[in-house]
């Protein structure tokens, strides 16, 4: 399990090239829920998504060895975008693999770097096994999205960054998939404040860390469709963020895809901030059970913003939230 100080380390390693997020009050959600609500904005982070921490941190750590091969990582996006500029960067080859649903804009984003793209599989499962059969026939080395230490210790930078901005923060709203973003906050979190509570949410569609928990280890859920595409797919066997989220992560919320989409909707309405599914899902917690975080500061992080342009016209365009989300 990663320690405090390999977060410290991974920040001192990728500080010249990732941006410290701003951490917004929202006025909205403090007076919805009659408490401090602040936005922790990775959707304003290099590549519009938190990715680029761990990827970074990953790249920048590679031996003597693994640099000699070609890199190759699988993603639903946002880490492949991240793995491909830290390629450029760093002057190494890349193969990036993502499913074929991956939306428009995270696969024009990658095709604007020097790698090779492969879009291959109807779900990001596909992809991954793909991706990862790929560097075992063709010995390339493989940069996982969330089971690898230096990955999680890249992500727990945010989670530094809310501490220096709001030392005394009460809860934690984080976004989950494989976990490497909640896994590294709540390491970093526990770790200064042990008193704070580290909530993640899921999508209904998409629950895999949600019944693996349940369950007291890491099953295979069936993944359904979701707008929050970047939180799809399973957990491989023996990964270590599993650990990580079972001592350090209070509880796991599942979210259904209308208050997914409501929660796009309120980040544009009320903040002007542009966010994919799978950040804006952070906010869901407290339109659901404002008086959960009464009298209590709370950050939402709002892990990416790369949402296809004619999915958010859409989505913004239903029916305003003025007098729905203050019931």
């Known amino acids: 399990m990663i320690t405090l100080r390999e977060i410290e380390d991974a920040r001192k390693t990728i500080r010249s090239l990732v941006t410290k997020t ?20 990775e959707n304003l982070q290099t590549t519009n998504s938190f990715k680029i921490r761990g990827a970074l941190n990953r790249m920048m750590n590679l031996s003597a060895e693994e640099k000699q091969h070609r890199l190759i990582a699988a993603s639903s996006g946002n880490h492949g975008q991240a793995v491909a500029i830290g390629a450029e960067k760093l002057g190494l080859a890349a ?12 696969v024009e984003k990658i095709r604007k770097h020097k790698v090779e793209l492969i879009l291959y599989g109807e779900i990001y499962d596909e992809a991954e096994q793909y991706a990862r059969d790929l560097a075992k026939k063709e010995e390339l080395t493989f940069i996982s999205a969330y ?19 709001l030392p005394d923060v009460n809860t934690m709203i984080v976004p989950v998939s494989g976990g490497s973003l909640i896994g590294g906050i709540a390491v970093a979190a526990k770790s200064l404040r042990p008193s704070v509570e580290i909530l993640g949410v899921q999508p209904e569609a998409t629950p895999a860390m949600y019944y693996s928990l349940k369950a007291g280890k890491i099953i295979d859920v ?71 975080f009464a009298r209590k500061t709370t950050v939402s992080v709002i892990s990416g913003g790369n949402i296809d342009e004619a999915l958010f016209q859409n989505i913004i365009a239903s029916e305003p939230l003025s007098s729905s989300s203050r019931s």
């Open 147 to 165: 089971n690898d230490e230096m990955v999680v210790a890249g992500q727990g930078t945010v989670g530094l960054e809310i501490l220096e901005d």
């Open 222 to 292: 069936e993944m359904k469709d979701t707008i929050a595409e970047g939180l799809s797919g399973n957990i491989e066997k023996g990964c270590m963020t599993f650990e990580i989220i079972q001592t350090h992560v209070d509880e796991i919320l599942l979210y259904d895809e209308e208050t997914i989409r409501k929660a796009i909707r309120l980040l544009w309405e009320k903040e002007k901030q542009v966010a994919e599914g799978s950040g804006a899902i952070a906010v869901a917690p407290i339109m659901d059970s404002k008086e959960r």
């Open 22 to 41: 701003p951490l917004m009050r929202s006025r909205f959600l403090s007076d919805l829920c009659g408490g401090e609500v602040y936005l922790k904005l």
């Open 95 to 106: 193969t990036v693999v993502v499913p074929k649903n991956t939306p428009k804009i995270k």
